[in-house]
């Protein structure tokens, strides 16, 4: 997975998923819009630290929900629906908790 800050308003990303046994490979990408509906919300790291989120929708193939951390956009948690449906499951892709960037 990969995420790139475009604008205060949008994201671009890549989301990758390989099934080795079944030799498929599901790529998924686009723009994710900052979601207007959303209020200020916080979510917890695994040490339970909070901070402050901006959350991104993407709704095309599946839905996907982006909640960046919104002062140092280090850390994510990526929430999806629909996306095992749209895939046929031969790639499995599930939620992922949070993430921290890798340099």
């Known amino acids: 997975m990969t995420i790139k ?5 949008q994201v671009q990303f890549e989301l990758v998923s390989e099934n080795i046994k079944r030799n498929k490979i599901f790529k998924l990408n686009g723009i994710a819009n900052l979601a207007s509906e959303s209020d200020s919300e916080s ?4 040490d339970g630290n909070g901070f402050f989120v901006d959350e991104f929708k993407y709704s095309n193939q ?4 982006f909640r960046l951390d919104a002062d140092e956009f280090k850390r994510a948690r990526i929430k999806m629906h629909n996306c095992l449906l749209k895939n046929n499951y031969s790639t499995p892709i599930k939620s992922l908790g949070i993430m921290h960037r890798i340099k």
């Open 5 to 9: 800050l475009v604008s205060k308003n």
């Open 62 to 65: 599946c839905t996907l929900y």
């Open 43 to 46: 979510d917890e790291d695994e």
